[in-house]
């Protein structure tokens, strides 16, 4: 049978560097980072000392005070996010084709601030006191099911959670969903709000977080220097058409998703294979599924989290797909400047990703002044490039050993 061609309509992002497509796209483009001093939770109490919070969030902008109050955080950006991409799209969901629009919108650990809550609330008044909303406002899929609820789709309803890698494979599970031909629509990518006391205690203690004060300089992707990652929150939402769906009813398309590829380490809990094996298998397979040679990929969008293993690792993956070409790819970490998403991570890199394609130009990877002996390829250091790129790639890694990577095509009429 043959596969039917799928499409990127919509976006939505709610994130550090803006929550508004063109203000998030601006930034990046800019080199503007969302990196802050930590205040969400009391700096004093953590090692790390800054975060890519999101401080100028109004839910009542998007659902009334009454609803918000049933929703973590990490569901409202989730919801915040699926309005804007499907505003975005001009994709009106109604009785006539609710059922053949779905939802796949992933989160890596879902309601972290509402189980520290209510949590708090069970030890000192007892169980009678704890919101009957609790499970769910807390369980990673309501940012699915609130996505769905809102927007009024009835199709397919699912939810990614592999850690960090969540966005990306939500991305590519709603891909090949429409591809298969069970949806002609689908509403994606991941949430995640993890700033909260014990994420951040976690984290902290294994060591994964970057101990430099500086907001201006803590994140910093392949650099010689990188100490550890950002905690980021937001969400990147994206609607996928199939591609006659979206020309009938005179949609604008940024990209074409192409190929997906989807990999275990079968390794270690939190660090990757040997050599980047793993990933580098889901690029693979990922350019693939799209019927492209490694040479077809002009841009990589890096999950580049700035841990001295990731960026290390991921580097060697990219060398073992691409040999000696690896070296003339144009390769970039956004979360130089938006941090790390965790879950919600692949959402607005696959957005960033899309726009590079659209607009032809490819975000830098700020803070890259003291270059990695063993990080030797091309980073786009500090500056974004112009360039007409007609193939890029986006990469997402996972505690756990989960590897996903999708593959997007610049968009002509009538290719």
């Not at 799928?6 to 203000?23: A, D, F, M, R």
């Amino acid at each position: 049978m043959e596969k039917r061609r799928v499409v990127i309509t919509g976006l939505g992002i709610i994130s550090p560097v803006g929550n508004t497509l063109e203000e998030a796209w601006s930034n990046v483009i800019k080199g503007v980072s969302g990196i802050k001093p930590l205040t969400r939770v009391n700096p004093d109490d953590y090692p790390a000392k800054v975060a890519a919070e999101i401080t100028d969030f109004d839910p009542e902008q998007y659902f009334d005070k009454k609803d918000a109050r049933k929703m973590d955080r990490f569901t409202q950006y989730a919801v915040a996010a699926g309005k804007m991409a499907v505003e975005d799209a001009d994709l009106t969901i109604d009785e006539s084709n609710a059922e053949r629009i779905g939802v796949w919108v992933g989160s890596g650990i879902g309601g972290m601030e509402t189980f520290e809550q209510q949590y708090k609330t069970f030890m000192e008044r007892g169980y009678r006191r704890v919101s009957p909303f609790f499970v769910p406002m807390m369980i990673p899929d309501m940012a699915a099911g609130q996505v769905s609820i809102y927007l009024g789709a009835k199709g397919v309803n699912s939810c990614t959670v592999t850690a960090c890698a969540t966005g990306t494979n939500s991305i590519g599970d709603a891909f090949k969903v429409i591809q298969r031909g069970d949806a002609d629509a689908m509403i994606t990518g991941g949430a995640e709000a993890p700033i909260t006391q014990m994420s951040m205690a976690g984290f902290c203690a294994n060591t994964a977080l970057s101990t430099n004060p500086d907001p201006k300089t803590a994140s910093r992707p392949f650099d010689a220097n990188r100490s550890g990652f950002i905690m980021g929150e937001g969400a990147g939402i994206m609607v996928l058409e199939e591609l006659e769906h979206a020309v009938k009813r005179g949609a604008k398309i940024y990209a074409e998703i192409v190929g997906y590829g989807a990999t275990g380490d079968a390794h270690h809990i939190t660090a990757p294979s040997p050599g980047g094996e793993g990933g580098a298998r889901a690029m693979k397979l990922a350019i693939e599924d799209g019927g492209l040679a490694p040479e077809d990929v002009d841009y990589i969008n890096a999950h580049g989290t700035s841990t001295p293993y990731n960026d290390k690792f991921e580097t060697m993956a990219i060398k073992r797909v691409f040999g000696d070409y690896a070296h003339k790819l144009s390769i970039s970490s956004t979360k130089s400047m938006t941090g790390h998403l965790l879950g919600a991570a692949g959402g607005i890199e696959a957005i960033f990703t899309a726009m590079a394609l659209k607009n032809g130009i490819m975000p830098p990877t700020i803070n890259l002044e003291t270059p990695d002996p063993e990080c030797d390829l091309n980073y786009l250091p500090n500056e974004a490039v112009e360039k007409d790129i007609k193939v890029a790639i986006s990469n997402s890694l996972g505690f756990g050993g989960h590897n996903a990577t999708i593959a997007l095509k610049k968009w002509n009429e009538g290719n």
